[in-house]
């Protein structure tokens, strides 16, 4: 979610749902001078809060957010946008506590391809340098939206390389989702997968006739991702969308390729799975892995414990 869409109502529904730690795009499509008064704006919106929420800037707020019944919120990019082609910038997003960027955002940039261009010609010069720079500074490359060649060379230079919110694409062919092999690799450098509950992420159906994959097609994934790689590199990635302005969909509606179709009759066009709606509907989640016969420690490692271990690397001590 955007900080747009993070009222002070939504802080406290966050805490409610159980939920002790967020990674929270500030940044998105903006340059460098938006960047910085988003970032400056989402620090005021915890200070507000803060009997519910804290930033994260050491592995101990992480961990004390939980003993304090707060959640820790890591900031985070979904593109590199906010760089504008100076690789320096990430020493100074680094300081303000960003540790998890996401090379692209669907289309190309600067870094390499998105997954919603026809051609992908893999990462630039400048995306080689980024990383190497991320890698030093222990940050994770986060490759949701990221194309598939693009994708597999940044996983093979990327120190901790990781896909915050997408699902398998053997289970809905969507360019949003993963393949096989891009997860396997991911896994092979222990990270982890985030579990998305965008409907067309999920399943394709008709959803502009209200048509809705359910909470049995989310748990659908888990089980072929933890098929194919184990338990411990599957993780929580919803990429709720709550609150949203009209504004916020627009863009989503020129891509039907990978968006879908919206239902113009809903105040969300694009609701999500049925039974996974919210951030308040996480414990039907945790219901789910129960009912499909997840171990205690494989519940415990899916619903953060897996985030915790990567997480732990990139968020300085």
Not at 270 to 287: H, K, Q, R, T
Request: charged share 25%; hydrophobic share 40%.
């Amino acid at each position: 979610m955007q900080a747009s869409e993070f009222t002070d109502e939504y802080f406290h529904r966050v805490r409610s749902a159980g939920v002790s730690v967020v990674n929270k795009t500030v940044v998105g499509d903006e340059n460098l001078s938006d960047a910085m008064k988003l970032i400056a704006d989402w620090r005021l919106r915890v200070a507000r809060n803060s009997d519910v929420a804290l930033d994260v800037f050491s592995i101990r707020d992480i961990l004390g957010a939980k003993k304090q019944n707060k959640v820790a919120y890591i900031r985070g990019f979904q593109n590199t946008l906010a760089l504008e082609g100076n690789v320096e910038m990430l020493n100074l997003y680094h300081k303000l506590g960003v540790y998890i960027i996401q090379l692209t955002y669907n289309e190309r940039n600067l870094i390499g391809t998105g997954c919603g261009e026809k051609k992908d010609e893999g990462l630039s010069r400048f995306g080689v340098s980024v990383i190497e720079r991320m890698n030093r500074l222990n940050m994770m490359v986060d490759l949701s939206h990221v194309g598939d060649t693009t994708t597999a060379q940044a996983i093979e230079l990327a120190r901790y390389p990781v896909v915050s919110h997408s699902n398998a694409r053997t289970v809905c062919n969507n360019p949003r989702n993963k393949t096989d092999e891009q997860m396997k690799a991911v896994a092979e450098k222990d990270g982890v997968i985030g579990i998305v509950t965008f409907p067309s992420f999920v399943k394709w159906t008709k959803t502009e006739d209200g048509e809705r994959p359910t909470i049995a097609d989310v748990l659908d994934h888990v089980d072929y991702i933890v098929k194919l790689v184990g338990a411990k590199h599957v993780g929580v990635g919803l990429d709720l969308i709550e609150n949203a302005e009209e504004k916020e969909y627009r863009g989503l509606i020129k891509r039907p390729d990978i968006w879908g179709k919206p239902n113009p009759r809903l105040k969300n066009p694009f609701a999500y799975a049925v039974g996974m709606e919210s951030v308040s509907d996480l414990p039907n989640f945790a219901e789910g892995l129960v009912a499909r016969g997840y171990s205690d420690s494989e519940i415990a490692g899916i619903l953060g414990g897996n985030w915790l271990r990567v997480v732990q690397r990139s968020v300085p001590s």
